[in-house]
């Protein structure tokens, strides 16, 4: 998945702006990309299904930065893309997706 979104970004001549973030407590997101002053996290999982527990680190990100992120998103293997709460459902095969929904990054 993230070399699928710094692919995108690459073949566009763009700098890939991709972050990982963890703190001491092991809370983490798997990529975080920087768009201007925004901050857009996505966690990836390989699961079909959707659990609550997919978004923790989401959700405790977003605490920590929240007047910066507008959007947020979970990457999963399962066919349904929908909105849980705040959080966007995708597909993986659709992550690039992620930019089209930003606009141009």
Do not use: C, W
């Not at 002053?37 to 605490?63: C, D, H, M, Q, V």
Request: charged share 30%.
């Amino acid at each position: 998945m993230v070399n699928e979104l710094m692919k995108y970004r690459y073949n566009r001549g763009l700098d890939p702006n991709l972050y990982y973030f963890r703190d001491s407590n092991k809370n983490e997101v798997d990529v975080i990309i920087k768009h201007g002053n925004e901050l857009i996290p996505i966690e990836i999982k390989s699961a079909k299904t959707y659990t609550r527990g997919f978004i923790r680190g989401l959700s405790y990100f977003k605490k920590l930065a929240e007047d910066r992120i507008t959007r947020e998103y979970l990457v999963y293997t399962g066919e349904q893309t929908q909105m849980i709460g705040d959080v966007k459902l995708i597909n993986y095969r659709n992550v690039t997706d992620v930019y089209q929904d930003v606009g141009h990054l």
